[in-house]
């Protein structure tokens, strides 16, 4: 309504009354003295428990994550907030508040309740990692991890609450239930340092592999006794040297499930002993 058009109208309470009865219930009211067509939007109000999201909703939605600080300042690497694990907890609507942040924790299992957890004001840049604000729980977990970082181990896991797109998260992730303990978050974290330091001694193995086939392969070679033809013989020499430097770092970082270095356990002796017993001595097994 422009102000051209504008003309007074009378409102009487008994009126005024029965329009906002009619709006609560969510009728449209096109009998309005101002002339104009009124109707509540719907309120989406935050479930009391956790379910999944409906079917085809591609909106926002509020994550509990298990984080760690992945940053290394002598790289200026900064990741802050690196992702270990997330869950879905509900679907929430813009504008994303605070107190709607606060209302998703009544969501989450008691022991998670219990944290304090305090509000972060979101950075308004392209590139924030929590763009529309978050909650962090302040009370350390106790836990951290070993072998995931990127720059050195034993970093502390943390709990934030952050807010994504359904699509985005599914990206990486799949909406499971809630952890029903601190042993869950255990359980993946020991997981996730075991997968890490596998995929890494299957890295270092393939890279031994393809330097011992190098070796095999190469006729020449500039060492510190210069520029001279390689032998058979040389090349053998070269790659036992090469598996006794692989035995002697995993001697110093494996240890065995009681704790001491390998080669201080019997067992573990036997299986070292296994490794270090030769090949067939021919340079077949590189190519």
């Known amino acids: 309504m422009t102000k051209k058009d504008h003309r007074p109208f009378n409102l009487t309470k008994e009126k005024a009354s029965e329009i906002i009865g009619k ?29 999944p999201p409906e079917e085809g909703y591609q909106g ?16 200026d690497y900064f990741a802050p907030d690196r992702t270990l694990e997330r869950w879905f907890i ?3 609507q813009k504008p994303i508040t605070e107190g709607k942040l606060r209302r998703a924790l009544t969501i989450l299992p008691q022991w998670l309740q219990a944290y304090t957890w305090t509000y972060r004001k979101g950075e308004k840049y392209s590139m924030s990692d929590h763009y529309y604000g978050q909650l962090r729980a302040q009370e350390s977990t106790g836990l951290r991890v070993q072998k995931v970082a990127s720059y050195g181990g034993d970093r502390a896991v943390e709990f934030l609450i952050d807010i994504t797109w359904l699509e985005h998260f599914e990206m990486n992730d799949t909406v499971k239930p809630l952890p029903e303990s601190l042993d869950v978050i255990k ?20 890279m031994n592999e393809a330097q011992a086939k190098t070796i095999a392969q190469s006729t020449a070679v500039i060492d510190e006794r210069g520029f001279h033809v390689l032998t058979e013989q040389d090349k053998k020499e070269e790659i036992v040297k090469l598996q006794q ?27 070292q002993k296994e490794k270090e017993k030769p090949k067939s001595g021919t340079l077949a097994d590189y190519f």
Request: charged share 35%.
């Open 245 to 271: 430097k692989e035995l002697e770092r995993q001697k110093q970082e494996d240890h065995c499930i009681h704790g001491y270095a390998k080669d201080l356990c019997n067992i573990c002796l036997e299986q």
């Open 23 to 51: 709006l609560k219930n969510g009728e449209v009211i096109s009998d309005c003295p101002c002339g104009e067509t009124h109707q509540l939007k719907p309120r989406m109000e935050t479930p009391s428990k956790w379910q």
């Open 60 to 75: 926002r939605i509020v994550v509990l994550e298990a984080v760690f600080d992945d940053s290394d300042i002598q790289t």
């Open 187 to 206: 359980q993946i974290v020991e997981n996730k340092d075991r997968q890490e330091e596998e995929r890494r001694k299957l890295q270092r193995a393939k």
């Open 90 to 92: 509900c679907t929430i």
